[in-house]
């Protein structure tokens, strides 16, 4: 138990389920992936041009992904799936995304199979360009199922962050099928550190990143 162990405050990045910091008695600071993500994003892509770029996710994501979206400006598109433990058998998406970049949001990706169909799906609606971002790369089994898991996904660029240390022989496979950036946390770790040494503010990084971002669409 971390508490047990002695700590005295937890410093951690998109938990699965925020209502778990609610189990321990010390101070949790819970930091943001997405803004990690749509950095790497703006390196691959124009981000201005919002008439050709929407942001989807599944619905249990719906409510981060959407707030990026308004800031950017761009259209949301929530994906829904019919699911038991790590097998989707339903996935539809839920508008428009034929000749768009699609950017899919979400927390963390296990085997893929919910990304996989999702994807697929989009496809055959008709997008042009498939970018997905995902803070957490559990990379479970049956990710490299080249029908149902990770690896059979129609993906041009896969963004992940290094929270979880990247497996070298899984992300060579996935380099074969296609494009992946691994973004460093180390910097917004760094700085949230500093801000609690300090006194200062955690949140306030991100309000920062929001108004950066902001400014750069209003250009």
């Known amino acids: 138990h971390v508490v047990a162990s002695g700590a005295q405050r937890i410093l951690t990045m998109d938990l699965h389920a925020g209502a778990s910091q609610g189990f321990v008695d010390i101070p949790v600071d819970h930091l943001y992936g997405p803004p990690i993500l749509i950095d790497e994003l703006s390196r691959i892509i124009d981000l201005s041009d919002g008439s050709k770029i929407c942001f989807a996710s599944d619905l249990g994501y719906s409510k981060v992904t959407s707030h990026y979206a308004r800031i950017f400006g761009f259209d949301y598109v929530p994906c829904r799936k019919r699911r038991e433990p790590n097998i989707v058998h ?14 899919y949001m979400d927390d963390m ?5 919910t990304v996989s169909k999702f994807c697929k799906e989009m496809k055959r609606k008709g997008a042009e360009k498939i970018i997905v971002a995902v803070t957490h790369a559990v990379l479970g089994e049956t990710w490299d199922d080249s029908e149902t898991g990770l690896l059979g996904a129609p993906i041009d660029t896969l963004i992940i962050t290094d929270t979880i240390k990247p497996n070298r022989d899984k992300i060579s496979k996935l380099k074969e099928k296609t494009n992946v950036v691994i973004a460093s946390t180390a910097s917004v770790f760094a700085t949230a550190i500093r801000e609690i040494s300090i006194g200062g503010s955690v949140g306030s990084m991100f309000e920062e990143w929001e108004r950066r971002m902001e400014r750069m669409v209003k250009k």
């Open 90 to 103: 339903e996935a539809e998406v839920i508008g428009d995304v034929k000749g768009k970049i699609v950017v």
């Open 109 to 113: 990706i296990d085997t893929g199979g």
